[in-house]
């Protein structure tokens, strides 16, 4: 659009807010985590009971060994064990299970609940964001979430437990070995929490540029022609991959803090290992301890290495999730529309009929507007009414801001000074759902969504019988294209309507507005790409609907609006002439040379 303001690159999804407090972090997991906590705690049980097979076995290993020493039968144990095997394998596997299927579950509901968000943006936060960075963080940053709001949680919790359960055992075997045990492991891990932080930053830091890479791409595809054009391959592919190596960069660099923590830990339990089996043969040889309590105590200390893992991959988890809560939050914190019908936001004495037939009117009273406080204003003081029905034309140079005009109608931007009116009453105070069911609005670049021509037409007004699209197909001249298309209305039309051509698709967009019927049609530069014989044919169907509907046109070719009830001439963000095109021809300078330079001051 002529009038929209350029994308600051500085600004991004990071202005919406300050980084997530720990606190705050916990608060949006258990916010994903609340809905699903019993299935949760299902599997939290079922870890936990196969952790409590786990730790038996060492206690029947240590019997095992009495046994031995003293000759007796060892077959019951033998019996014993193989069940705590089996059972503890087959526990944990449904745990495993369970906890899996509800990180799945985390996951939709995440996306489902972004996605519902996303598509309810106002025009003013899409038009400060790039689109790819937004799709990554319902693609990639939502499948974080899958392990530390289950996995992540249920590993904290069960090898805690495991990891004070089995400390008790070991103190009750014996305290001097467990001494030197925690001594070990407490040294190196504090060494490891101090790497905790920068795993965190560097998994954000990968976030962001999974985002850069969905953005450079979604750029490259959205203009894959000109691209293709321009000779821009490689140029392009260079971007693309300038994007993936930082991703790849920081993504090395998440591991390789990821790696530290882990082996870190490994490493506590192999010293602490050697320290134990020293000590602990040490304490054999002077008889205070038995050679079955120092091989039970090992054994304890080798199922340590799991509950220990699991602690360490909770936190690692959770500094890897809480990146990708952050990214997702700051996404939720944008500001929406509320589009669901607010019945008692307007008098019902004042308040048209949604679907209704009778034409809508429009006023402008000293509406001034700008983008953002740091833009200069658009508008200053635009001022006009168009009663309806009938066709109202705006025109004048690029940036008079004409096309401003339409956004603030569908209420897209919100005046920043005086009323932007439909039928008598504030735009502002009607229900946004109304508003915009009684507006039929075809943008300045006509686009056309990926799928079929039928699914197209639909798109507005999904309830259209057969005999409503046959009538809008030959309205706006689609008839004998469909009659050509291989699947008819069930043709698929492409990437962006990529399939038609610029003037295929203005009419398939025009048809689609048609087919909703409105009480105000909004046309801007509607007919731009059209040949002369299909802009003569769909300028008397707007004549002809503009008997019973508002119409407002923007154009540039004045050939399409001679014929207007009224002609708004706008320049600067003014506006500086009302009149038909006789009359503006004679009292405007301006339109005067417009109409000149079209050949059209004596028509």
């Known amino acids: 659009m002529e009038e929209d303001p350029e994308r600051d690159p500085e600004k991004d999804l990071a202005a919406a807010g300050p980084p997530l407090s720990a606190r705050e972090t916990w608060a949006v997991l258990y916010r994903h985590f609340r809905p699903h906590r019993g299935v949760v705690a299902l599997g939290a049980l079922f870890t936990l009971i196969g952790a409590a097979t786990g730790l038996a076995q060492p206690v029947a290993v240590e019997a095992l060994v009495n046994r031995l020493s003293d000759d007796e039968s060892v077959t019951s144990i033998l019996v014993f064990l193989t069940c705590l095997l089996v059972i503890g394998t087959a526990v944990e596997s449904v745990g495993s299970y369970i906890l899996e299927r509800t990180a799945q579950s985390v996951v939709l509901d995440s996306r489902r609940s972004l996605i519902g968000r996303l598509l309810r943006l106002k025009v003013t936060e899409i038009e400060r964001v790039q689109p790819g960075d937004l799709m990554s963080r319902v693609t990639s940053d939502t499948t974080l979430l899958q392990a530390v709001t289950t996995q992540a949680v249920v590993s904290a919790f069960s090898g805690g437990l495991t990891v004070v359960a089995t400390i008790v055992m070991m103190a009750f075997m014996d305290p001097v070995l467990l001494g030197v045990t925690l001594g070990v492991i407490v040294l190196i891990g504090a060494a490891t929490a101090l790497v905790m932080p920068k795993i965190s930053k560097a998994t954000r830091q990968a976030q962001e540029a999974v985002g850069s890479i969905s953005t450079a791409l979604e750029r490259a595809f959205g203009a894959f022609r000109t691209l293709k054009a321009s000779g821009a391959e490689e140029r392009e592919v260079v971007k693309v991959e300038e994007a993936a190596r930082e991703a790849w960069r920081h993504g090395v660099r998440s591991a390789k803090w990821q790696a530290v923590a882990w082996s870190s830990m490994g490493f506590a339990i192999q010293v602490s290992f050697l320290a134990v089996l020293g000590v602990g043969g040490a304490r054999v040889a ?6 079955a309590t120092l091989v039970a105590f090992l054994m304890l200390l080798f199922y340590l290495i799991d509950p220990v893992t699991r602690l360490v991959d909770a936190v690692t988890q959770y500094q890897v999730g809480s990146a990708a809560v952050a990214r997702i939050v700051q996404a939720e914190r944008m500001e929406t529309e509320e589009l669901a019908p607010s019945a008692e936001r307007v008098p019902s004495s004042r308040r048209p009929a949604p679907g209704g037939t009778r034409p809508a009117s429009v006023t402008f009273e000293d509406v001034t507007f700008r983008y953002r406080a740091d833009l200069p204003y658009v508008h200053h003081g635009v001022s006009f009414t168009v009663p309806g029905p009938g066709m109202t034309a705006f025109v004048g140079p690029s940036g008079a801001g004409k096309t401003t005009v339409f956004g603030l109608v569908e209420r897209f931007y919100e005046a920043t000074g005086g009323r932007v009116l439909v039928d008598g009453e504030d735009v502002l105070a009607w229900p946004l759902a109304d508003l915009r069911a009684a507006i039929g609005y075809v943008e300045q ?35 004998t294209l469909v009659d050509k298309l291989p699947d008819g209305l069930d043709t698929v039309v492409g990437h962006r309507g990529s399939k038609l051509s610029g003037g295929e698709r203005q009419r398939v967009a025009i048809a689609r507005a048609l087919l909703r019927r409105p009480r105000l049609l909004l046309l801007d530069e509607a007919t731009s790409q059209l040949d002369a014989v299909n802009e003569l044919a769909l300028r008397d169907v707007v004549a002809e609907v503009a008997q019973q509907v508002t119409v407002l046109v923007v154009a540039h070719r004045l050939s399409t609006v001679t014929l207007a009830d009224r002609i708004v001439v706008m320049d600067a963000g003014r506006v500086r002439a009302v009149g038909t095109h006789d009359e503006l021809v004679v009292a405007d300078p301006l339109y005067g040379e417009l109409a000149a330079t079209q050949f059209l001051a004596s028509s």
Do not use: K, Q, Y
Not at 286 to 291: G, Q, R, Y
Not at 455 to 464: R, T
């Open 445 to 479: 670049d006509a686009p056309v969504l990926a799928g079929t021509l039928r699914e197209n037409l639909l798109f507005a007004a999904p309830d259209a019988t057969g005999a409503d699209i046959r009538d809008v197909l030959a309205r706006a001249r689609l008839d």
């Open 286 to 291: 002077s008889e205070a301890i038995s050679v």
